[in-house]
């Protein structure tokens, strides 16, 4: 019998042409393995390791990172994450607590966050707070076996407070940086105040004195932030006056608040700046309810940028929120807390996008 040849006599498959059996006759391919990624890389499984495993920053090259993981894309390589995941001790699973899903905006940063979290082998779950920016229950028995660390996205720290238990690594995203304990959290935001500032100046180079800030009625630092930088960015204008009304963050509560400020005996505003894109909705009901015009009897301004903003008419000036960006950004944080690593905590910058629903006050008559 010669040596190239089995008991059948057939030839014996090389390495390369090795097949496993299935449950059926038929075979299929071995799963490329990390051996392959180092050998079609040209570096060593330990390198691969660290670069799939994402422990590669100062230890490989970026441009040796790049050819591992385009090694393993071309190959089709996956880990054995179930595997790694037990030597690790890790589930590779984040929540995202949001306080509702009513708003596109918390889309978005899942989305972003998602995006990341899967570039290194994480999953998230997307948590709606059954309490709102209230405390959240742990959906789980225990948050600390499930998860890996945790998102909150426009809550106070003390409302996941249940769920972060005794240490989960903590990422709060539009929060209050002063409430954020030090030890495995991180805050990250973005710019808000700078959002209301820039509302602000652009109104008042318009001509407006007379604000109607139509605020939201929940409590939280977002909001927060945005009462105290239309207050301060007024403050140095002796003729301006700001009346604050309150509502809940739905289309009907804000025509109801808006409706009631504007018939009351005082002189009318001639802008309305809205906490968020539903509020100023509403505005906009309750103005062409009364019969005014938006431009020309009262500007409208919103906040966030939603897809409401250009479903209006004439479509609204607002400030964009870049929230698929800001969940990849918090994602990224999360990822670097739990490397030990320090997070990038830049607040991340807003923009004005000036609409229709802003024009020059109508000259006394």
Sequence with gaps: MSAGRGSTGRPRPTPTEARVTTGSDETAPTRPTSRDVARAAGVSQAAVSLVLGDKWRGRVAEATAERVRAAARDLGYRPNLAARNLRLGRTRTALLVVPALTNE???????????????????????PSPEGTGPARDPFDSARAALDGVLASSMASDAVAAIRGDGLPLVMLDSDPGETPATGTATVNLDIADGMRQVTDHLLTLGHRRFLHLASAVSSWTFDVRAHELAARTAHVPSADIRTVRSALTVQAARTAAHAALTTPRPRPTAIVCDDDKLATGAYKAARGLGLRIPEDLSVTGFDDLSLATAVEPELTTVRLPAELFGERGMAALLAVLDGRTPETTALPVELVIRGSTAAPAPPS
């Design 105 to 127: 905006f918390f889309a978005g940063v899942y989305t972003g966050a998602a995006r990341v979290a899967a570039e290194h082998g994480f999953g998230v779950v997307l948590y």
